[in-house]
């Protein structure tokens, strides 16, 4: 399956067996671990390489881990990853459409702008620590256009 991330996907999730790509609360559920296929052409679509992504990415914000990447300028689509609590679960967010994201217990419950909520085990310091590093990257990049 081909699919290119766009201004309505709120996150993309390999959960150790399948691909779980959440578009405005509809799911789409695609066998194996597709995520780095997903990433790489939609980087390609909008006019580069996720190598490419992650290195300029990097050159911005001064930092080697976990790097978000602009998968669109033109659309102002912005991911992050985060691995999620469970053995192999990892989570790319679009940083767009996060509303707002609250701890509750072990979780993270996280609203998107559609209203639509969801779950995450997930580090809440991190989740929190990824947020600043995109707003970083989005008031860094902004400045040099």
Known sequence: ??????????FLMF???NTVINELATELVIQGNTLKNILESSCEYYGSS??????????IIKS???IPIIVSEKNNI??????????????WF??????SYEKAG???????NNGFSKKFMISYAILNNQILKCSRLL???MSRV
């Open 106 to 112: 072990e979780f993270v419950n996280i609203t998107f």
């Open 1 to 10: 399956m081909d699919y290119i991330i766009n201004k309505n996907t709120c």
């Open 50 to 59: 996720l190598k490419g992504r992650i290195i300029g990415a990097r050159n």
């Open 15 to 17: 959960d150790g067996k």
């Open 94 to 99: 679009n940083f767009g459409m996060i509303k």
């Open 64 to 66: 080697r881990y976990r």
């Open 139 to 141: 008031v860094i990049y």
């Open 78 to 91: 912005l991911l992050f990853p985060l691995n999620g609590k469970k053995n192999g679960e990892h989570i």
